[in-house]
């Protein structure tokens, strides 16, 4: 199965050992922490400190870097080539609106993990599953997509 996995930066980590158990059961995985999967340079938050401010930016100035633009669409046509879409929780809106794109595109969608304390999003029930863990994706996987 190919697999898209959505995933905050500070969680470039558990993306990397998640890409790596998927890899092992035989799975193709899109893995925006891996330098190998991508064709554009990576972007991690660190590169670009300087947050946005609206008392000194124009936002569409500001979020029309080419570096990003690049990013985004690498993103979307992962997202195109992918199956299933794995968002790992706790996240921000950029690994939650891949998620999304993937579920406009009738991808299957699994969840893993818990937002912040007093965080939630309801448009999450659109997911195919709902997983407390990592741990939980292979046998889910096993018993529900791989018998189909």
């Known amino acids: 199965m190919k697999i898209y996995i959505s995933a905050s930066w500070k969680n470039r980590l558990l993306v990397r050992k998640l890409a790596e158990v998927l890899r092992l059961n035989n799975h193709e995985v899109f893995d925006f922490t891996d330098p190998n999967c991508r064709k554009t340079h990576e972007t991690p938050p660190e590169m ?8 000194q930016h124009i936002y569409r100035q500001y979020i029309n870097r080419e570096e990003w633009r690049a990013v985004v669409n690498e ?3 992962a997202i195109k080539w992918a199956e299933l879409i ?3 929780l706790p996240c ?3 690994a939650t609106a891949d998620w999304a794109l993937g579920v406009g ?6 969840i893993v ?3 912040h304390k007093g965080e939630r999003s309801e448009v999450h029930l659109w997911a195919d599953a709902m997983l407390d863990s990592i741990d939980d994706i292979v046998p889910w996987l096993q018993s529900n997509i791989n018998r189909e």
């Open 86 to 88: 794995i968002l790992l």
């Open 92 to 94: 921000g809106i950029d």
């Open 75 to 77: 993103n979307r046509e």
């Open 48 to 55: 670009f400190p300087e947050q946005f401010d609206p008392s």
């Open 113 to 115: 993990g818990h937002p």
């Open 105 to 110: 595109m009738g991808k299957r969608t699994i």
